[in-house]
């Protein structure tokens, strides 16, 4: 059995290219256990990642709820969204490192195990203030996942099969998106045990302990470095990231005080010097916390803009919706999931046929994404105006779908077109740079959005002389909303039309190279 072990181990430290690519997945050595293997590691990577994702998509459903309950302020609630995404982006570059040098199977299993500890700790929070420390530790938990799902598909799977997988990675997302603000919805309406919002976290601990229970049975893997970790590097970047989010999220809740502009507008040199810190490491020979050398690359680059603006506008998206729904009409949390359901199932449908489009037209399924997503935006906010305070949600059905289908063909396709070209040993490094790009941009689209938002609604109130926002008033804020997330998402393509252009070029000279 350890020598069976010890000869998997040893395959897995090796380039993808040269062992796995040569065996179709159903037929690499080992017997039928090995033969199963690469399935049931698939199986944990997306559990893994329906856990993580599921999760945000679940608490935006249930963020009136959780206001209501608490008797929180706006801020606040936003607060509980954004503490979550920023613990998850500050560390998850030191989550991807910890894979590398001690093993990505073992950060796993400890980032679901803490993950898993952290839902019940926020279904146990008998107030905001715990609530908000329990997500922190849910983020810093969640760090610890994704960059190792990147990872080991990165490793574990040929580069003629990852388009596929990232396909099956992306529809997870989409899929977790959707059901979770179906899930969302269904336990608040059900309420069991009258737990209230409770049970949207306590959901969260049996799948942990499902996929707990099928971690030992994947293969691990690491690399062979063995250096000193960048702690100040990682230090700096997350004061740096502190200092530019707090602000964004507690400014129009505390009248923008002195302090905190303050604090947003140093944000932009501490980052700096993080960015000369680490050019600093690399040129003494010593392995910086961030590769700075991936941003060399043209691809990387692009890419990372691409997911933020895709990411920052989608968070946007899903808070102002949840308000609109379940506040300004009135609907039920479940109803209000099933509403935005269409929308899942657009992004679901377009990740799973990424893969093949991708082989059909290449990266340029990424600006049929942009344009798609684009208009999504702009005919939703088209629909809103038209339907008004109505019951006629249907209508809205066609421009979801859109925007869902366009999502999906960015973000799926997105993720193996950055990553194709890393080299292993900055795998989990460029792991956790993207998804922490991802993170970024949902907290500062969560941030920025809420202060359009608020200010919209105070603007409407205002202007028919009330002291209360009616429905008309959140619709009207809502299409306003839409209106400039359709303007904003409009540079997808262009950023998209770059991005195919220097990976077909990259892709042309690697040919030359080759002969």
Same mark, same amino acid.
């Given at each position: 059995?350890?020598? +069976? +072990?010890?000869?998997?181990?040893? #395959?897995?430290?090796?380039?993808? *290219? ?29 559990? !893994? ?25 706006? !801020?606040?609630?936003?607060? /509980? ?7 998850? =982006?500050? @560390? ?53 996942? !994704?960059?190792?799902?990147? +990872? ?52 969260? *601990? ?8 099928? /971690? ?17 590097? =990682? ?8 200092? $530019? ?65 895709? #990411?920052?506008?989608?968070? =946007? ?9 379940? /506040? ?49 935006? $702009? ?5 809103? !105006? #038209? ?37 292993? +040993? ?9 998804? @922490? ?23 409407? @109130? ?26 904003? @998402? =409009? ?25």
């Amino acid at each position: 059995m350890s020598n +069976s +072990s010890g000869c998997q181990g040893r #395959m897995l430290t090796m380039p993808p *290219v040269f062992k796995t690519a040569a065996l179709p997945l159903s037929r690499q050595p080992g017997g039928n256990t090995d033969r199963a293997r690469p399935h049931l590691t698939l199986t944990v990577l997306l559990l !893994s990642t329906f856990l993580t994702v599921a999760n945000i998509f679940i608490v935006n459903v249930a963020t009136p709820s959780i206001q209501l309950a608490l008797n929180a302020s706006f !801020s606040d609630v936003q607060f /509980i969204i954004t503490s979550y995404t920023l613990a998850f =982006a500050v @560390t998850l570059i030191i989550g991807g490192r910890l894979g590398d040098r001690f093993g990505r199977k073992r950060i796993l299993l400890l980032g679901v195990a803490g993950f898993t500890l952290a839902s019940l700790f926020c279904g146990l929070s008998p107030n905001i203030f715990i609530l908000t420390v329990a997500r922190i530790l849910q983020g810093i938990s969640a760090s610890l996942i !994704s960059p190792q799902v990147l +990872s080991l598909i990165q490793v574990n799977y040929p580069p003629e099969k990852r388009g596929a997988i990232f396909g099956w990675y992306g529809a997870t997302q989409g899929l977790a998106a959707s059901t979770g603000q179906i899930i969302g919805g269904l336990l608040l309406q059900v309420n069991p045990w009258g737990l209230d919002w409770k049970t949207i976290f306590f959901f969260n *601990v049996p799948v942990g302990l499902f996929i707990l229970c099928l /971690i030992p049975f994947i293969h691990e893997s690491h690399t062979s470095e063995n250096t000193k970790f960048d702690w100040a590097g =990682a230090a700096l970047l997350t004061v740096s990231l502190l200092l $530019l989010v707090y602000p964004l999220v507690q400014g129009q809740k505390e009248g923008w005080p002195p302090a905190l502009i303050f604090g947003l507008i140093l944000s932009f040199p501490v980052l700096a010097t993080f960015v000369w810190y680490e050019k600093r490491v690399q040129r003494n020979k010593r392995v910086p916390f961030m590769q700075m050398d991936l941003f060399r690359q043209r691809v990387f680059t692009v890419g990372m803009l691409v997911a933020f603006v895709l #990411m920052s506008s989608q968070a =946007a998206f899903f808070l102002i919706t949840a308000y609109l729904l379940q /506040i300004g009409l009135s609907f039920s949390a479940l109803k209000a999931g099933v509403v935005i359901l269409p929308m899942g199932i657009g992004y679901f449908l377009a990740s799973l046929l990424s893969s093949k489009t991708t082989g059909k037209i290449g990266p340029h399924v990424l600006a049929i994404g942009s344009i798609l997503t684009a208009s999504g935006y $702009l005919l939703l906010s088209y629909s809103v !105006s #038209m339907t008004g305070t109505s019951p006629a949600i249907p209508q809205w059905i066609p421009a979801l779908l859109v925007l869902g289908f366009g999502q999906g063909f960015i973000a799926a396709p997105l993720t193996n077109i950055v990553l194709a070209k890393i080299r292993k +040993s900055d795998v989990g490094s460029a792991s956790g740079i993207f998804i @922490t790009g991802f993170q970024i941009a949902y907290a500062i689209g969560i941030s920025l959005i809420g202060i359009i938002w608020l200010n919209g609604l105070s603007y409407h @109130t205002n202007k028919i002389g009330i002291q209360h926002a009616n429905a008309q008033n959140y619709i009207d804020t809502f299409s306003l909303c839409l209106y400039l997330l359709a303007v904003y @998402t =409009a540079f997808l393509l262009p950023l998209s039309l770059v991005l195919i252009k220097n990976t077909r070029s990259k892709t042309a000279t690697q040919s030359v190279s080759d002969l």
